[in-house]
T-cell receptor, first 115, second 112 residues
Framework: KAGVTQTPRYLIKTRGQQVTLSCSPISGHRSVSWYQQTPGQGLQFLFEYFSETQRNKGNFPGRFSGRQFSNSRSEMNVSTLELGDSALYLC??????????????FGPGTRLTVL | GESVGLHLPTLSVQEGDNSIINCAYSNSASDYFIWYKQESGKGPQFIIDIRSNMDKRQGQRVTVLLNKTVKHLSLQIAATQPGDSAVYFCAEINNAGNMLTFGGGTRLMVKP
C-alpha cells in the first residue's frame, strides 16, 4: 500500500501571496489531518477532515483553510502569507473507526519558505 | 533536515547503551499517548503507544512508561543503534480521538 503523499515537497513564496498544498492519504483512509512544524513551536495541529467535513480545528487564523474531496484527498490553503508561515506542513491520514483511537500515518511534508 | 532541529534538547549516547527520553504532558484527560520518531527529511513515524489505564508497555527494543501522577511519559530504547538517531516526539490523543498535540521533541544522537 502506498503511503501518504504530499505535493509539492518544497515551495518558495513571497509575503502576501497564497499557497495551496496537497495531500493524498493512504488508500481507504478517510481522515486527513494537517500539522504545522516550526523550530520555535514544534508540531501544531491545524485541522482534521473526515468525509469532506472539517471535524476539528486548531488555533490558527482564518488565513489557514482546507478542504477534502470525495476521494479523501485534501488540500490546505494559506492566504496572505507571512514570514512566520515558513514551516514544514505535514499531512497525516488514518483509518477512522468510531469510538477508538486510530493511528495516524504521516507524509514527508511540504517545506514552505516565505521570503 | 526537515524536522524541528534548532532549539531541541539533545541526548547523546554511545552505540549499544540504553537511551531514556522524557516528556511531560498537560492534559490529564488524554486517552492515549504515543511516541513518534522523525528522521531528517521524513514525517513522524509511529513507534509505540500506551493507553492511559496502563503504566508500562513494551515493544521491540522500546519500552514506554506512563506516570499519571506527575504527568510524565518516557521512552526507553535498549541497545541504541545509529539508526535510532532522530528527533523523538511524544503526543497525546484528545477525547475526540483524533487530535494530537506534541511535545517539543528531543534529538537523539548515537555515537558509534
Amino acid at each position: 500500500k502506498a503511503g501518504v503523499t504530499q505535493t509539492p515537497r518544497y515551495l518558495i513564496k513571497t509575503r502576501g501571496q497564497q499557497v495551496t498544498l496537497s495531500c493524498s492519504p493512504i488508500s481507504g483512509h478517510r481522515s486527513v489531518s494537517w500539522y504545522q512544524q516550526t523550530p520555535g513551536q514544534g508540531l501544531q495541529f491545524l485541522f482534521e477532515y473526515f468525509s469532506e467535513t472539517q471535524r476539528n480545528k486548531g488555533n490558527f487564523p482564518g488565513r489557514f483553510s482546507g478542504r477534502q474531496f470525495s476521494n479523501s484527498r485534501s488540500e490546505m490553503n494559506v492566504s496572505t502569507l507571512e514570514l512566520g508561515d515558513s514551516a514544514l506542513y505535514l499531512c497525516a491520514s488514518s483509518d477512522l473507526r468510531a469510538g477508538s483511537y486510530n493511528e495516524q500515518f504521516f507524509g514527508p511534508g511540504t517545506r514552505l519558505t516565505v521570503l | 533536515g526537515e524536522s524541528v532541529g534548532l532549539h531541541l534538547p539533545t541526548l547523546s549516547v554511545q552505540e549499544g547503551d540504553n537511551s531514556i527520553i522524557n516528556c511531560a504532558y498537560s492534559n490529564s484527560a488524554s486517552d492515549y499517548f504515543i511516541w513518534y520518531k522523525q528522521e531528517s527529511g521524513k514525517g513522524p513515524q509511529f513507534i509505540i503507544d500506551i493507553r492511559s489505564n496502563m503504566d508500562k508497555r513494551q515493544g521491540q527494543r522500546v519500552t514506554v512508561l506512563l506516570n499519571k501522577t506527575v504527568k510524565h511519559l518516557s521512552l526507553q530504547i535498549a541497545a541504541t543503534q545509529p539508526g535510532d538517531s532522530a528527533v523523538y516526539f511524544c503526543a497525546e490523543i484528545n477525547n475526540a480521538g483524533n487530535m494530537l498535540t506534541f511535545g517539543g521533541g528531543t534529538r537523539l544522537m548515537v555515537k558509534p
